[in-house]
C-alpha cells in the first residue's frame, strides 16, 4: 500500500502565503506525476496544479497561474505547492494525488491512483 501524507494547511488572510507538502512512502511504486487538487462541499473536485515526474514539466489550472508553484523531491517522493497571493476563492480542502500511468489526463482525478488525506486551507477576507 503507498501513503501520502499531506501537511501546511491552515488559516490565512487574504494576500498571505501557504506552503503544503506531500510525502509518498509504502510498498515499490511508480510515479508518472503528483498534483494537487482541491474540494469545497457540493462541488467536485478540482485541479489545481501537477508536475511530471520524470521531466519536471509543470501544470496549473488558470486560477492559480502567477501565484501557485508547485516543485518536487524526487529523493524523497515529495511534492510541495507553494501558494502565494491566496484569495478567499482558494479557500477549500486540498489533496494530493499520486499518478502512476499516462492513463487518463495529468488535470483530471480519475488518473490519480493515490490519495492523500487532504489538508483544510482557509483565506479570511
Known amino acids: 500500500q503507498v501513503q501520502l501524507v499531506e501537511s501546511g494547511g491552515g488559516l490565512v488572510q487574504a494576500g498571505g502565503s501557504l506552503r503544503l507538502s506531500c510525502a509518498a512512502s509504502g510498498r515499490a511504486f511508480s510515479t508518472y506525476a503528483m498534483g494537487w487538487f482541491r474540494q469545497t462541499p457540493g462541488k467536485e473536485r478540482e485541479f489545481v496544479s501537477a508536475?511530471?515526474?520524470?521531466?519536471?514539466?509543470?501544470f496549473y489550472a488558470d486560477s492559480v497561474k502567477g501565484r501557485f508553484t508547485i516543485s518536487r523531491d524526487n529523493a524523497k517522493n515529495a511534492v510541495y505547492l507553494q501558494m502565494n497571493s491566496l484569495k478567499p476563492d482558494d479557500t477549500a480542502v486540498y489533496y494530493c494525488g499520486l499518478k502512476d500511468s499516462t492513463n487518463w489526463s495529468i488535470m483530471r482525478p480519475t488518473g490519480y491512483k493515490y490519495w492523500g488525506q487532504g489538508t483544510r486551507v482557509t483565506v479570511s477576507s
Open positions: 508536475i511530471s515526474w520524470s521531466t519536471g514539466s509543470t
